[in-house]
């Protein structure tokens, strides 16, 4: 079974830098496509970026030059270094590992990133 431990979420003033931290267990990892997501109240989660198994990146534009997905596959974690925060960037993130060999997607619990002016 594929577990997903997010860390790393907090209070932080406006342009301020969090690291996002999320943990797998039980999946191949390295073979894995990885990706953060985040949502608001009312609104529809939303992809906020994305690497592949070969180290491709994808990210919203939102927050393109601001923030950088990067992956270990040693340690089984992926990160999301987000730099120059805005209030808008405040949410509930995810992280997601998709299994390459089935597709199945698997999700961690959220951690709450807050941003103040």
């Known amino acids: 079974q594929v577990q997903l431990v997010e860390s790393g979420g907090g209070l932080v003033q406006a342009g301020g830098s969090l690291t996002l931290s999320c943990a797998a267990s039980?999946?191949?990892?390295?073979?894995?496509?990885l990706a953060w997501y985040r949502q608001t109240p009312g609104k529809q989660r939303e992809l906020v970026a994305s690497?592949?198994?070969?180290?491709?990146?994808n990210y919203a534009d939102s927050v393109k030059g601001r923030f950088t997905i990067s992956r270990d596959n040693a340690k089984k974690t992926v990160y999301l270094q987000m730099n120059s925060l805005k209030p808008e960037d405040a949410a509930l993130y995810y992280c997601?590992?998709?299994?390459?060999?089935?597709?199945?997607?698997?999700w961690g619990q959220g951690t709450q990133v807050t941003v103040s002016l």
């Open positions: 039980g999946s191949i990892f390295s073979v894995d496509d």
């Open positions: 997601k590992l998709t299994v390459r060999l089935t597709g199945h997607d698997y």
């Open positions: 690497i592949t198994r070969g180290g491709t990146t």
